[in-house]
């Protein structure tokens, strides 16, 4: 099945500042998800984005379907954007979604 | 409209027991799947449902098992409790099978002493 790789595993940054999130595939997928795990283990759906890219306020997210690689740029960051990240795709057969290990972030005051 | 809704949200169970777990999809949506999120092995694919019948299972031993009704409403049942088997429980809903987007729900987190 699909392999996915998320880089950085850990990043700091402080109050306001920009950060690049990376999701590396490795077959062809037909669903890319970004999700933020919130502090009670809800995933809550950040973008549906097999391909192309989308802005959702300081969101934003590429992938390069491709080249199977998948990024989420988070701009100006806030404390409540705290928490850990995950990518996950899923191929063309009828697996479920695999997830890469995830980002976890913290942004400080 | 609703989410998809999970129950129960938290539960203690002993080892050797049984669990089972209840998952409502969104309204509309007929496909429903279930992953499990330890620590150590992350968040893992359990099965997946459509129209009554399992269209593909993960990796997991047979104490792990499932059914959808017909409401598409899902249950998944965890036998002969070990352990390793303390968890958070997520379910996921999209329209079909392979259709798109997942949504997920708030999870069951079954701890077992």
């Known amino acids: 099945g699909i392999q996915v790789e998320q880089s950085p595993p850990d990043l700091i940054l402080q109050e306001g500042a920009n950060s690049t999130l990376r999701c590396n595939f490795s077959?062809?997928?037909?669903?890319l998800q970004w999700f933020h795990q919130n502090p009670w283990g809800q995933l809550i759906n950040l973008f549906y984005?097999?391909?192309g890219t989308k802005q959702n306020g300081r969101l934003s997210a590429t992938t390069v379907a491709t080249e199977r690689y998948s990024l989420l740029y988070i701009s100006s960051s806030q404390t409540t954007d705290s928490g850990v990240y995950f990518c996950?795709?899923?191929?063309?057969?009828?697996?479920?979604?695999?997830f890469g290990k995830g980002t976890h972030l913290i942004i400080q005051p | 409209k609703a989410g998809v809704t999970q129950t129960p949200r938290y539960l203690i169970k002993t080892r050797g027991q049984q669990v089972t777990l209840s998952c409502s999809p969104i309204?509309?949506?007929?496909?429903v799947s279930w992953y499990q999120q330890t620590p150590g092995q992350g968040l893992q694919f359990l099965f997946e449902?459509?129209?009554?019948?399992?269209?593909n299972k993960g990796n997991f031993p047979g104490r792990f098992s499932g059914r959808q009704f017909s409401n598409s409403r899902s249950e998944m049942n965890v036998s002969t409790l070990e352990l390793g088997d303390s968890a958070l429980y997520l379910c996921?809903?999209?329209?079909?099978?392979?259709?798109?987007?997942?949504?997920f729900g708030e999870g069951s987190r079954l701890t077992v002493l």
């Open positions: 996950a795709s899923r191929g063309g057969g009828a697996d479920g979604l695999t």
């Open positions: 077959d062809s997928v037909n669903n």
């Open positions: 984005i097999p391909s």
């Open positions: 309204s509309g949506h007929r496909s």
């Open positions: 449902y459509f129209s009554e019948t399992q269209r």
């Open positions: 996921a809903s999209e329209p079909g099978p392979n259709t798109g987007e997942l949504f």
